[in-house]
């Protein structure tokens, strides 16, 4: 079996992070996901671009999307590195969708269907390792010791983005410019919808056996 060339579609909250983790370690494959190496760069100068803002901090935090040319640039680059890689955040809109295509091609497309209420209630209650960046949330995924990271003592906090107003933002932008991507996609010979309202481990069950499947 050769590298499997993977994209993960979904809303934001769908379960992306926790499934492409899986996907990286079971798989052997790289995962390029566009929110990490944005949020690693967020005060990166882009003024010399002629956009509405000098970084892209300013986007994220009100949940707008980064320009297409900061993006297109960070996914050339790390796809260029990669034999077998799960993509993760990206194309968001039919504008990355067909610069993807001239980049590479996709052996796998997974959609992780979830409903809007279940992904208002991801978000908001998500807390994140201030230092490790692992997840957690309120109610379904507590830690020992609250406020405190079970990996590595980190401070817990709520991502600026995840305050409800972002949230709202965010899912209405991937209403209007993401959903599209996820039609455009259906006619693709490795499109496979999954449902991503259930638990990780049944989730990852599915994404698994499509996986087989389709490489
Ligand atoms: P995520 O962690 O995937 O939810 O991404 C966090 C934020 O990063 C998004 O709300 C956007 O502001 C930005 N971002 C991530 N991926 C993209 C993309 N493909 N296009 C534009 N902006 C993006």
């Given at each position: ?28 494959v790289?995962?390029?996901?566009t ?48 034999d ?14 067909e ?7 996709l052996?796998?497309v ?12 991801r ?7 201030d ?25 817990l ?11 709202k ?12 991507v ?13 449902d991503?309202d ?18």
């Open positions: 079996m050769s590298d499997p060339h993977v994209l993960i579609l979904g809303a934001p909250g769908a379960g992306k992070g926790t499934q492409s983790a899986r996907i990286a370690d079971e798989f052997g790289e995962h390029v996901t929110g990490d190496a944005l949020r690693a760069n967020k005060d990166m100068d882009i003024s010399d671009m002629d956009f509405e803002y000098d970084t892209p901090r300013e986007y994220m935090e009100a949940g707008d999307l980064v320009p297409d040319a900061v993006v297109n640039a960070i996914v050339e680059e790390a796809l260029s590195s990669a077998g890689y799960v993509l993760d955040g990206y194309p968001r809109n039919l504008e990355q969708a610069e993807l295509e001239g980049m590479t091609e052996d796998v997974l959609h992780l269907d979830v409903s809007r209420d279940e992904l208002v209630d978000l908001t209650g998500r807390r994140v390792c230092d490790c960046g692992t997840n957690y949330h309120v109610e379904f995924d507590q830690p020992e010791t609250e406020g405190v990271c079970d990996e590595c003592g980190g401070d906090v709520q991502r600026e983005d995840d305050q409800p107003e972002s949230v933002n965010r899912l209405d932008v991937f209403d209007e410019n993401t959903q599209p996820i039609d455009h996609y259906g006619d693709h010979d490795g499109f496979v919808s999954i991503g259930r638990a990780p481990d049944a989730v990852w069950a599915d994404v698994r056996d499509a996986i087989d499947a389709h490489n």
